[in-house]
Every structure is written in C-alpha cells, then in structure tokens.
Nanobody, 126 residues
Framework: QVQLVESGGGLVQAGGSLRLSCVAS????????MGWFRQAPGKEREFVAA????????YYADSLKGRFTISRDNAKNTVYLQMNSLKPEDTAVYSC???????????????????WGQGTQVTVSS
C-alpha cells in the first residue's frame, strides 16, 4: 500500500499555469506507474496523464497534449503535473494514483490503479 497526498491546486485565471505535486509514502515509490486523473462536477473521472516507473514512458489524454506535462522524481517520491494555458474547462478535482503496473498503455485506465490520493481542486476562471 502506498499513501498519496496531492498539493498545488488553487484558483487561476484562464491562460495561467499551475504545478501539482503528489507525494507518496509507504512502499517503494519507484516501483509504481503513476497517473493523474480529474473529475469535474457531474462528469465521470477522466484520464489526464501517466508516467512509467522509470520516467521513460509518458502517456497523455489526446486533448491535453502540449499543455500538460507529467514528470516524477523518484528520489523525492513525488510525481508532478505541470499545467499550462489553463482553460475554464480544466476546472476539476485532480487526483494522483499509483499502479502496480510499472509502465504501459494500461496506465491510461483508472481500474489499473490500486492507490488514490484525496485530490486537489483546480479552478480556472474565465
């Protein structure tokens, strides 16, 4: 089991940037594939980005490529999500998750993940 705590959310104007962080504790962070998902009010959870355990492979939702960047620092047990050119439709609760699957396209699927953080709210004003 790994515990995940997100931070970095907040209120930002459209066109602005935010950097989310997710710190892991518990089992060996570097063994896990990591992902970010988001859920807006009244909508289903949506895949945002994922990164393999060695940070060699990254995966993005097609609609977010070019604006969002996922990275990880295994020495700090932390995964990041850099979000640029934010739009009001990016408003959601963003959650990080850890998967026993270290890498692969399966990281795009929420059922792949075993551990979830509590989420951090991102609000983009127009």
């Amino acid at each position: 089991q790994v515990q995940l705590v997100e931070s970095g959310g907040g209120l930002v104007q459209a066109g602005g940037s935010l950097r989310l962080s997710c710190v892991a504790s518990g089992r060996t962070f570097s063994n896990y594939g990591m992902g970010w998902f988001r859920q807006a009010p009244g909508k289903e959870r949506e895949f945002v980005a994922a990164i393999g355990f060695r940070a060699v492979s990254t995966y993005y939702a097609d609609s977010l490529k070019g604006r969002f960047t996922i990275s990880r620092d295994n020495a700090k047990n932390t995964v990041y999500l850099q979000m640029n050119s934010l739009k009001p439709e990016d408003t959601a609760v963003y959650s990080c998750a850890a998967s026993f699957y270290g890498t692969g396209v399966v990281l795009k699927t929420s059922s792949t993940y075993n551990n979830w953080g509590q989420g951090t709210q991102v609000t983009v004003s127009s």
